[in-house]
């Protein structure tokens, strides 16, 4: 049986990967193993984990690694969360500012990863220069490198960043993207129950759903065929996932095909 692999930053086919990549990328910013979801945001839809401004407080021990993001260097109008904004919804409008800046990237296996914006620093001592300015100190390294990512963000945006209604889109494209992962996991757990030699992975897939999605997840039973009716029945949720993001232009129109296939 078939299942999707995770190429995406707006959804995720295995929420092991997920928290994975989100141990990974915590440890990576900050130098410790415990993620905390206020600094660094990940869930089981997210395979591109987002720094935090809280991330970013000089009070924190901070890797070198987070001053190599456009984040810190980013319009406050964007970097900030709104007051009404949840979590995952922020996430997802930073994911999608940041594709259309062009600073998403794609590792040799295929999953999504950050890359830079024009101007950002690249040594060391532009790093800790930029590090230094953004606490308030020498500024020149640090506010030439945010006035260079404004100006990308100008091209992207001339009329200014709008931000209201890139606050609705991504609500509206967060919701479609659970839904869809949440599918898609389900999925890959039947994929892997239909199996024997692997029913462990599939059920370690199936309790990190019902962990991460919570009531979102409901099939009549336990078993791989009840997985299995559920898939079926909530394809929809995938399809229009695909759908929505391919219209956004956030995914390769043909992504709707290759669900469809697999969820047929």
């Keep these: 049986m078939d299942f999707i692999q995770n190429i995406s930053p707006y959804w995720c086919t295995d929420p092991r990967l997920a928290a994975a990549r989100l141990t990974q990328t915590t440890k990576q910013f900050l130098d410790v193993d415990e993620a905390d979801p206020a600094v660094v945001v990940g869930g089981p839809d997210a395979l591109l984990p987002v720094p935090t401004p809280a991330a970013y407080i000089r009070e924190r021990k901070r890797m070198s690694v987070l001053f190599q993001l456009p984040f810190p260097y980013l319009p406050e109008c964007i970097f900030?969360?709104?007051?009404?904004?949840?979590?995952?919804?922020?996430?997802?409008?930073?994911?999608?500012?940041?594709?259309?800046?062009?600073?998403?990237?794609?590792?040799?296996?295929?999953?999504?990863?950050?890359?830079?914006?024009?101007?950002?620093?690249?040594?060391?001592?532009?790093?800790?220069?930029?590090?230094?300015?953004?606490?308030?100190?020498?500024p020149f390294t640090y506010?030439?490198?945010?006035?260079?990512?404004?100006?990308?963000?100008?091209?992207?945006?001339?009329?200014?960043?709008?931000?209201?209604?890139?606050?609705?889109?991504?609500?509206?494209?967060?919701?479609?993207?659970?839904?869809?992962?949440?599918?898609?996991?389900?999925?890959?757990?039947?994929?892997?129950?239909?199996?024997?030699?692997?029913?462990?992975?599939?059920?370690?897939?199936?309790?990190?759903?019902?962990?991460?999605?919570?009531?979102?997840?409901?099939?009549?039973?336990?078993?791989i065929v009840d997985v299995d009716r559920w898939v079926l029945a909530h394809r929809n949720w995938a399809l229009d996932m695909a759908s929505l993001l391919g219209d956004a232009g956030l995914e390769d129109p043909r992504l709707r095909d290759d669900i469809e296939r697999v969820l047929s």
């Design 143 to 223: 506010l030439e490198t945010c006035d260079s990512v404004c100006e990308q963000v100008g091209r992207v945006w001339p009329g200014g960043y709008p931000l209201d209604d890139m606050e609705k889109d991504a609500y509206v494209i967060h919701a479609h993207c659970v839904r869809g992962s949440l599918v898609l996991s389900a999925q890959t757990a039947v994929a892997f129950g239909s199996t024997p030699d692997c029913m462990d992975v599939a059920e370690d897939i199936l309790t990190r759903i019902r962990i991460g999605y919570g009531g979102l997840f409901d099939p009549d039973g336990t078993g």
């Design 80 to 138: 900030q969360r709104g007051i009404h904004e949840t979590i995952g919804d922020w996430r997802v409008r930073l994911t999608i500012a940041l594709d259309m800046l062009g600073a998403i990237k794609y590792d040799d296996d295929g999953v999504p990863c950050y890359g830079a914006l024009d101007g950002m620093p690249v040594t060391t001592d532009d790093l800790v220069k930029a590090c230094i300015g953004f606490d308030g100190g020498e």
